[in-house]
């Protein structure tokens, strides 16, 4: 008898008893993907394990394929992804807090800790050195329960404002045909030659790295394949869009655009996800000037559209709607947080996610809009964001406010 399986189908129901090969009395709905331990095999049923209470599922919810499944967490104002396809854990972010260290730990891994096993990251990914996209690693980096693979990152650092010498907070800079450029980057964290200090968040980030269990550190830019193989019998890949950088009296350089935020929000590693016939895109932090230079330099050529898109910088209104236009999406899940002076996400944001959308009924999601507040129990219901794929289908799901096993999820099928 197999040990485990996972569901089929987005949210399989389970049943409380099974009687003349019927299931009764649904108790549970779980999402397409999810892991569950068998415990009894009778005729076409199974006895199962899994999230929320157990019961009954027919084998024809159930399959030994898990699939992809993407977490878009809720982390308050800032970006954090996780993503799960066959034996690979990626990290993609991880916001300004404890919020993803608690999710993997208290949660989605806890089980490991319980068992005195390591949690293995294949792939830990900053979008960008902003705050509230790579201060929750610091914490994750610095527990002894993970290891690491790759850790992948754009390459710009943020010195400390306090005697710097460089002519920006991000390094030295030139100026070449009227165009500025950035010339400072770093590849190997673990290994720089740099007498600048660095901002505290930044020290203490390199900090933490040098405490963790890591087997590569690796810059990204345009033209990288970071994941290139084939899971569960379909293609599944990771594709670098940007940053691009541009060749500066013989060396590598980025374009610097109109201060240190625009500059590095604007070199935000773009990914592109393939799995199956399904993509998504996730674009950390760019803003207009970086996609009009992004649409530019690729000309005709157009890999930006895809399925799935994370809005660009919580939903902020500094965005092409070329761009937008290029993406045209089934669906756009946008990250953000409360009581921050942004007003994230904008009113004009999340109307033209839905206007290019290329869906008949498009879906645009927010965690911040999925929390909620349990008032009896006086706690946070956090908006964490779900995206199941079998290469074929794809479904977005949350949990509805209301907690109801039977009837827990608010689920849509992302199609045209």
Known sequence: MKTHLYASKN????????????????????????????????GDWYKVNTAGPNGWMHKNDLTEKMGLKVFFLDVGQGDGVLIEIGKLKILV??????????????????????????????????????????????PILKDENFTFGQIIHPGILKFSTK???????????????????????????????????????????????????????????????????????????????????????????????????QTINGHSLVLKLTFGERTLLLGGDLNTTSQEYLIQKYATNNPFAVDVAKSCHHGSSDFSIDFMQRINPLATVISSGDNEGHSHPRADAIGCAGKYSRNNRPLVYSTELARSTDLKNNKILFG?????????DIFMSQMKEVKKSSDLWDSYQVNE
């Open 11 to 42: 949210e399989a129901i389970i049943y409380e008893k099974v009687i003349d090969d019927k299931g009764k009395t649904p108790i549970n709905k779980i999402l397409m993907g999810t892991y569950v331990q068998i415990i009894e095999n009778i």
């Open 93 to 138: 972010d991880a916001g300004p807090n404890n919020s993803m260290y608690g999710y993997l730990t208290k949660w989605q891994y806890s089980y490991y800790i319980k068992k005195g096993e390591k949690i293995h990251i294949d792939y830990l990914i900053i979008s960008h050195f902003d705050t509230d996209h790579y201060k929750g690693f610091i």
């Open 163 to 261: 005697n710097n010498p460089y002519n920006s907070g991000l390094g030295e800079t030139i100026v070449q045909n009227n165009q500025k450029f950035l010339l400072k980057y770093f590849d190997d964290l673990l290994n720089i030659q740099e007498s600048t200090p660095f901002n505290r968040d930044i020290s203490n980030f390199i900090e933490a790295l040098q405490t963790a269990v890591v087997q590569k550190i690796k810059r990204c830019e345009k033209g990288n394949m970071m994941i290139n193989t084939t899971i569960e019998g379909q293609k599944f890949s990771i594709e670098v869009l940007a940053p691009i950088t541009e060749k500066i009296n013989q060396k590598k350089a980025f374009k610097y655009w109109k201060d240190d935020g």
């Open 384 to 392: 964490m964001i779900n995206l199941r794929c079998n290469g074929q």
